[in-house]
Structure formats: C-alpha cells, structure tokens
Nanobody
Framework: QVQLVESGGGLVQPGGSLRLSCAAS????????MGWYRQAPGKERELVAT???????NYLDSVKTRFAISRDNAKNTVSLQMNSLKLEDTAVYYC??????????????WGKGTLVTVSS
C-alpha cells in the first residue's frame, strides 16, 4: 500500500499563487506516475498534471501555461506550483500515484485531497 498526504491548499484571490505538495510513504519503491487530479462541485474528477519517474509530464490544457508539476524521487514527493489562479480552478485537489501506468487515465493510489478556493 501507498499513503499519500497532501498539503498547501487554501484560499487565494484570482491571479494569486499556491503551491501544493504531496508526500508518499509505504510501498513506494518503483512508483512510476505521481500527480494531481481535481474535482469541482458537481463535476467529475479530472487530470490536472502528472509526471512519471523519468520526468515525462502531462497537463490539462487549461493549466499548461500557469501550473508546473515537479517531483523529487529521492524524497518521494510531488509538487504543483499554481500561478495566475482563476475562479474555475476552485476544487478539491487530489494527489495520486500509480505503480506502472502513466497516470493519464487515473491513479492506483489517492490522497484524501486538499481544498483550493479561488475567490475575491
């Protein structure tokens, strides 16, 4: 089993920035994909950004120029720097990890989520 713990959510004004972090523990050897999905009220969970162990990334089109995902394999952490936040970025952000897949179609393991609220 893999445990994922997110941190860094909160309330931010439009145009502001937040940094989400996620730490993995447990059976973490060989995890391939780590990343972030989000779910807004009344909507399905969607991929925000994923990164593989070798650094291949995948982003939601609407965040490509504003968000940046990074990963520290030695520390088993993944982070999401979110800039120029918009009202529509408001959601619960979930950290995920997948042992074999790329993470593009879902994750094997999930954190409990952290709420990001963009509001003036």
């Amino acid at each position: 089993q893999v445990q994922l713990v997110e941190s860094g959510g909160g309330l931010v004004q439009p145009g502001g920035s937040l940094r989400l972090s996620c730490a993995a523990s447990g059976s973490i050897f060989g995890l391939n994909a780590m990343g972030w999905y989000r779910q807004a009220p009344g909507k399905e969970r969607e991929l925000v950004a994923t990164i593989t162990r070798v650094g291949n990334t995948n982003y939601l089109d609407s965040v490509k120029t504003r968000f940046a995902i990074s990963r520290d394999n030695a520390k088993n952490t993944v982070s999401l720097q979110m800039n120029s936040l918009k009202l529509e970025d408001t959601a619960v952000y979930y950290c995920g990890a997948d042992r074999y897949g790329s993470g593009k179609y879902g994750m094997e393991y999930w954190g409990k989520g952290t709420l990001v609220t963009v509001s003036s």
